[in-house]
């Protein structure tokens, strides 16, 4: 963000940000947040996760969650903010999650 304070492009940042926030749904909240976590943007981080918060299981049923990086994904499950269905839907979430991120071997 600094360098594009530096450029002069603080408003084309907002601009994006507020279209990012405008546009956020449960096919690309999850690339949302990486950019905004990535990109040192907390605005649209929080403006982010509070969507992934308010839409868990329509963003978790998407198969981007599947590639959520771990630290990511903890923060996610362990915010009392988080409207899931029930315990049991945030256990097969996270249950899918590692099943799906298990390193394979090479042979």
Do not use: W
Not at 27 to 43: E, G, M, R
């Amino acid at each position: 963000m600094s360098c594009a304070n530096e450029l002069g492009l603080s408003e084309v940042v907002a601009e994006c940000m507020r279209y990012m926030v405008d546009h956020c749904n449960a096919d690309n909240a999850v690339l949302h947040y990486s950019i905004a976590d990535t990109n040192q943007l907390p605005q649209l981080r929080e403006s982010v996760l509070q969507f992934i918060y308010d839409k868990f299981s329509e963003v978790a049923g998407n198969e981007q969650f599947l590639h959520v990086p771990a630290a990511r994904l903890r923060t996610i499950l362990s915010s009392d903010q988080l409207c899931a269905r029930n315990e049991l839907e945030i256990f097969d979430v996270r249950l899918i999650h590692s099943t799906s991120c298990t390193p394979k071997l090479s042979t």
